[in-house]
């Protein structure tokens, strides 16, 4: 049922704009407004904070469903969820009240700011500070690569707090777009997902009330860790949804299109393509459904099946998608047609939230 609800939906309110979003490099307006209306935005924001407290698979379905029409409008619940899992996971209530309240409402956004330009698949490695200032902490520094920067209200940013522990000295805040030193970088050009805004933000001596720490100190880089371990499953979903588009797509053009005077579906080449394309992603979606289930018990293999789930399933989009686009022939290298745009936006599933290989290192050393 939540699946039909929210197909239907996606099809009527978001499709029709994601080609448009795309060419323009816009963020989904339409999209945010319709799943707004619909409390499909942040759907994992438990209801006793005014939220839908969708478990990981219904949030899993949604994420699909609306990556099966449009990429870069689905990064709207994942990003809220991966934004707002740190307060979450290790906030305390007062946190959790006063930012899970609004975000469930749809009254403000949430972004997720660990990267920097000298940290990426190493973000330990990370300089932005917080220095402790009586009541208060002192924020300096710059986060990269952020998703919905500029959009959201709320940014939980990861920073120093000891830089002799590595790790250990890190610590996590919420962080306000209208705190005074907070500032964005133009959006980046990207290749695909063009729709969702991706910027640089910038911290200038952000002064921020003690409280808004997340957690306890040194706790920060484990919270995000562990927000991660979570999230990749709907970064697996997003993946999962564009190879379906994909495969949706391609599977009735080849059953108009003629050559040799016949459909080109009737041709056997063609057929193992398909039968392929939609083994990959039956594989693809079981491993995400049980990596969602672990996220929901809170398995100990998580770490494992979250990594597990995430690479393969973007390994997958990439793969049908590129089929995708070869089923379709020369059409399918022009974006007159949705094929070209899954493939592009395909391609950062396998680069966010840790590049696959990064993936293959999480899974190497938490071995089943
Ligand atoms: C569109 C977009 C949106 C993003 N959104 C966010 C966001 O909202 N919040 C956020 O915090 N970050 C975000 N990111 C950042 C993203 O998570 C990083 O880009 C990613 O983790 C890789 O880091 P990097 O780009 O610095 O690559 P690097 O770490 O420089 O990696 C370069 C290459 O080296 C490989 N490599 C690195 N180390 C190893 C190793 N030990 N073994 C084998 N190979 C290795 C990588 O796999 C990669 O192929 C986003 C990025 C993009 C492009």
Not at 92 to 108: I, N
Not at 286 to 303: H, I, K, M, P, V
Not at 339 to 356: C, L, S
Request: glycine letters at 8%; charged letters at 25%; proline letters at 4%.
């Amino acid at each position: 049922m939540l699946r039909d609800a929210i197909r239907s939906l996606a099809e009527a309110k978001i499709a029709p704009y994601a080609a448009a979003v795309d060419e323009d490099a816009r963020f989904p307006q339409e999209a945010l407004e319709a799943l707004v209306a619909n409390d499909l935005h942040a759907v994992h924001v438990p209801e006793e904070y005014g939220g839908a407290g969708a478990d990981a698979l219904a949030t899993v379905i949604v994420i699909e469903e609306v990556a099966r029409v449009c990429a870069s409008s689905s990064l709207i619940p994942a990003v809220n969820k991966l934004g707002s899992l740190p307060v979450i996971l290790s906030g305390s209530e007062e946190l959790k009240k006063k930012y899970m309240t609004p975000l469930a409402k749809g009254d403000g956004m949430f972004s997720y700011c660990l990267s920097e330009p000298d940290a990426g698949s190493d973000a330990a490695g990370m300089k932005t500070k917080a220095v402790r200032d009586g009541d208060h902490y002192v924020l300096n520094g710059v986060k990269r690569w952020i998703t919905n920067a500029g959009v959201s209200d709320y940014y939980t940013v990861m920073a120093v707090t000891d830089p002799t522990k590595r790790s250990k000295g890190i610590s996590a805040f919420v962080v306000e777009r209208s705190d005074e030193g907070v500032s964005f970088g133009a959006p980046e050009k990207k290749l695909g997902i063009k729709g969702s805004p991706t910027r640089e933000v910038y911290l200038d001596n952000v002064r921020i009330p003690a409280d808004r720490m997340i957690g306890e100190e040194g706790t920060g880089f484990a919270t995000a860790m562990q927000t991660l371990d979570h999230t990749r499953i709907t970064i697996a979903a997003q993946a999962l949804g564009i190879a379906q588009g994909a495969l949706d797509y391609a599977k009735g053009y080849v059953q108009e299109r003629k050559q040799f005077g016949k459909p080109i579906a009737d041709f056997q080449g063609i057929q193992f393509m398909l039968a392929d394309m939609a083994m990959k992603i039956s594989a693809a979606r079981a491993l995400t459904y049980q990596a969602a289930a672990a996220s929901e018990r809170g398995d100990a293999d998580l770490t494992y099946q979250g990594a597990a789930a995430k690479c393969f399933a973007s390994d997958v989009a990439m793969e049908v998608t590129t089929d995708a686009v070869q089923l379709l022939g020369g059409y399918g290298y022009t974006r007159d047609y949705p094929v070209e745009r899954m493939m592009r936006d395909a391609k950062i599933t396998q680069i966010y939230e840790g590049t696959n290989q990064v993936q293959r290192i999480v899974m190497a050393r938490n071995l089943p």
